[in-house]
């Protein structure tokens, strides 16, 4: 199993930007595709980005396309998500998780959620 701890999130103001990164444990990280999902309050938890195992691959979610740029390093097992041109839809906690994908969605490999990385956009 991966254990995973997200950071770098934080105040700031529409159109701007913010990098989070997850950091994760266990030797298998390579092996696993990774994503980041988010969860405004008051709505369901929703997929934001994946990457698959070597980085190549990757995916978003349509609201987020040509804004976020999702990336790992696998040598220092850290996947980090890149946000720009932020909007005040894009406040919420986000989560990093190993991830697989049953063709329609995007699911949480474990079903466990770390604490997350609040990120605030302010208009």
């Known amino acids: 199993q991966v254990q995973l701890v997200e950071s770098g999130g934080g105040l700031v103001q529409a159109g701007g930007s913010l990098r989070l990164s997850c950091a994760a444990s266990?030797?298998?990280?390579?092996?696993?595709?990774m994503g980041w999902f988010r969860q405004a309050p008051g709505k369901e938890r929703e997929f934001v980005a994946a990457?698959?195992?070597?980085?190549?691959?990757?995916y978003y979610a349509d609201s987020v396309k040509g804004r976020f740029t999702i990336s790992r390093d696998n040598a220092k097992n850290t996947v980090d998500l890149q946000m720009n041109s932020l909007k005040a839809e894009d406040m919420a906690v986000y989560y990093c998780?190993?991830?697989?994908?049953?063709?329609?969605?995007?699911?949480?490999?474990?079903?466990?959620w770390g604490q997350g990385t609040q990120v605030t956009v302010s208009s």
């Open positions: 998780a190993a991830v697989r994908s049953d063709g329609s969605r995007w699911n949480n490999v474990f079903g466990s």
């Open positions: 266990g030797r298998t990280f390579s092996s696993y595709r």
């Open positions: 990457i698959n195992w070597s980085g190549v691959n990757t």
